[in-house]
């Protein structure tokens, strides 16, 4: 295939996006004639774009995914708002893949049983609009949930290979990675608001969040993936050097070329690999800077949950983790560990310990204890106000005045705790909805694992997702990780359950049969052989 066939066949442009194409250059060519500069440059390079998106949507979504740590570094004023990178690209994804569902009518869209999860969830915290105190802050806070929902039927809707179903697991893992490199590099150049630093003598981790615990909650998202495909690749690596070895020992009669391949192949896993595990311990240093108990609470769940999933091939883990222990414990009892790391560890069980803080004096060693036990009163206080459908979505902090505990005036914006938040917010329905929601997670996470059992790579992005769900579920015990956009990233790991479960394990299969995309393509975003392998579904 030709250069410029390959280019056509990638844009996956139609006789009728062609058409469009050209139309757009030249009114790219009049727009940078009758605006001059750089003013009519950028309004040509945004309508080409544009024009880009729609002819292939599922660019728009990994810019959606890669968008999130960095939101509210690139922001448009939209009138007297400011509107992040990450609502507009959500937007345009949308735009997009509406466009060509109009030029492809026979489509149908694809519906999973999590699918049914969110709507029973939207559904559940909507009733809660009956006994609301402020319809636009419900309005507001149903419609990040939606937004969450229409992610996650992008995500099972646009991708359709293993290849894109690789670049979106890229997408996901470069967000984490980034987010540690730069909270490692906070903490040790003390980069950062006075506030946040700790006893250690170094900053707590914040990243591009702007706050330790939210921010490790978002590298949450993202470690448990790296950390099960790194240590899969590494393996790949190793039974591809091994077989090389015994077949030269054994003088197997190949020609040079094979050879070359199989050494190709087993560098590329090494590299991938090495660079994984690299992420991964970057991620897991940003998450312990970040003095984040919460995180450290939800990363242990997580990590018994991925080991149990791996059945009786968790001997091996479960000796490493035994190692770990062991020396932590070894260290702790030699002193060798920071005095102020230990004591954050230790005051885990304060964290967990109901308490009435009425009356407490707070210090600067039990403040964010007796703090988060305040909230946590408030909460219940709502709760208790309405028990079957809350104070209303979204309310919790303009209602929080009405039930606060005295000497803490202001709200935080979420109760420290997911659980007893959305009861507060939605009372017995939302909260029900929510544990359906999380029931049906992780019934198809356990689907997914057992369907990939003979398929290390989709075994590996299975549990690497259960561990990203089962560590949220643990953080949410002391934060609200449904913020700031995180839905994206939850959403899109979600999807990974249904896609590891119906995508071809190789390319190959789905490409062999299917013409040059350049030359019979039916619409906007895909080629032919993907709109009959939907339509068969």
């Not at 727009?31 to 945004?46: E, M, T």
């Not at 109760?415 to 009372?427: K, P, R, V």
């Not at 089962?470 to 700031?484: I, P, S």
């Amino acid at each position: 295939m030709t250069l410029s066939k390959r280019i056509s066949a990638w844009l996956d442009f139609s006789s009728g996006s062609r058409v469009a194409a050209v139309l757009a250059a030249l009114l790219a060519g009049v727009l940078i004639a009758g605006f001059g500069g750089v003013r009519g440059a950028g309004l040509a390079i945004g309508l080409l774009g544009a024009i880009l998106l729609i002819v292939r949507p599922r660019l728009s979504f990994y810019l959606l995914v890669i968008s999130v740590p960095i939101q509210d570094i690139i922001t448009v004023p939209l009138g007297v708002i400011d509107t992040t990178i990450t609502q507009i690209t959500f937007t345009g994804t949308i735009v997009a893949w509406l466009l060509w569902r109009l030029a492809n009518n026979r489509q149908t869209t694809i519906v999973t049983p999590i699918t049914f999860g969110f709507l029973v969830f939207l559904w559940c915290i909507s009733a809660s609009l009956l006994t609301t105190h402020s319809l636009p802050d419900s309005l507001a806070e149903i419609s990040r949930w939606v937004v969450t929902f229409l992610v996650y039927v992008l995500a099972t809707n646009l991708i359709r290979t293993r290849q894109q179903m690789g670049i979106l697991i890229g997408c996901l893992l470069a967000g984490g990675a980034f987010e540690a490199v730069l909270g490692v590099a906070q903490a040790f150049t003390l980069a950062g608001p006075l506030a946040f630093l700790a006893n250690t003598g170094l900053l707590r981790a914040y990243g591009t969040i702007g706050a330790p615990n939210s921010y490790a909650g978002y590298i949450d998202h993202s470690l448990p993936l790296a950390t099960t495909l790194g240590i899969y690749w590494l393996i790949t690596w190793w039974q591809r050097q091994s077989v090389i070895i015994r077949a030269q020992q054994l003088t197997v009669m190949r020609p040079p070329s094979f050879w070359d391949t199989q050494r190709r192949m087993m560098m590329r896993a090494g590299l991938i690999g090495a660079l994984l595990i690299i992420a991964a311990l970057l991620m897991l240093t940003a998450v312990i800077l970040s003095e984040s108990r919460g995180a450290w609470v939800g990363l242990t769940f997580g990590s018994l949950g991925m080991v149990i999933a791996l059945g009786r091939r968790a001997i091996a883990p479960l000796v490493a983790l035994g190692i770990v222990v062991l020396v932590t414990f070894g260290a702790y009892q030699a002193n060798a560990l920071p005095e102020a790391l230990v004591q954050r560890a230790q005051s885990i069980t304060d964290n967990v310990r109901i308490f009435d803080p009425r009356g407490l004096v707070p210090n600067p060693d039990n403040f964010s204890i007796i703090e988060r036990m305040a909230q946590w009163y408030a909460a219940w206080g709502m709760f208790q106000s309405n028990p079957i459908l809350g104070v209303g979505i979204g309310n919790y902090s303009h209602v929080y005045n009405l039930f606060n505990v005295e000497g803490w005036p202001y709200s935080q914006g979420h109760a420290h705790n997911y659980y007893l938040h959305i009861s507060a917010e939605a009372g017995l329905v939302g909260l029900l909805g929510y544990l359906t929601l999380l029931g049906i997670a992780l019934r198809e996470a356990t689907r997914a694992v057992r369907r990939t059992r003979n398929n290390g790579y989709y075994q590996a992005i299975a549990i690497g997702s259960l561990g990203v769900l089962l560590t949220l579920m643990g953080h949410n015990f002391f934060e609200n990780l449904h913020v700031l956009n995180m839905g994206v990233h939850l959403s899109s790991v979600l999807a990974l359950f249904y896609l590891v479960r119906i995508l071809p394990p190789n390319d190959a299969i789905a490409e062999a049969a299917a013409p040059v995309e350049a030359e019979c393509n039916p619409g906007w975003g895909f080629s032919a052989a993907e709109v009959a392998k939907t339509e068969r579904e």
